[in-house]
């Protein structure tokens, strides 16, 4: 499975590219630092009409604009402004990880505090989920 990296762990610049041609659009700051590279998976269409978000839980430093392979791990159900915008969470293929308590927090922290900036913004963080649930999502939102 492929996914578009938009941003790179340790930065906070929100590159924004429209998510079918992968066309650039424009760079936002952030209230936060990315914990990890972020991207979306290509052609998927998720619940807010964008394509399905991933985190990629990897120490590897993946530069955004590139495309790499990963495996489902997990993911996290969210709602942004009153849309559901769940989150997959993936490794590298040959990387083994869990998601654990020390990756669901940071990763809670982050979705928590990255619009400060925006106070208008609302987020709220759910489940946890496995990789089965990860899998069904990404077959769901397949185009």
Do not use: W
């Not at 394509?51 to 590139?66: A, G, Y």
């Amino acid at each position: 499975m492929k996914v578009f990296i938009e941003n790179e762990a340790g930065s906070d610049q929100k590159n924004m590219f429209n998510e079918k041609t992968l066309e650039y659009k424009k760079t936002i700051t952030v209230s936060r630092h990315y914990p990890y590279p972020y991207g979306f998976f290509l052609n998927t269409t998720s619940g807010d009409g964008d394509n399905l978000d991933c985190f990629v839980i990897t120490s590897q430093q993946l530069k955004s604009r590139t495309i790499v392979d990963v495996q489902p791990i997990g993911m996290f159900e969210q709602v942004e402004d009153g849309r559901d915008d769940p989150k997959i969470l993936a490794c590298i293929p040959g990387e083994t990880l869990l998601i654990n308590n020390d990756v669901e927090k940071t990763l809670r922290d982050f979705i928590e505090h990255v619009f400060d900036h925006r106070p208008e913004k609302k987020i709220t963080i759910g489940k946890f989920l496995g990789r089965d649930e990860a899998l069904t999502l990404l077959e769901k939102s397949r185009q």
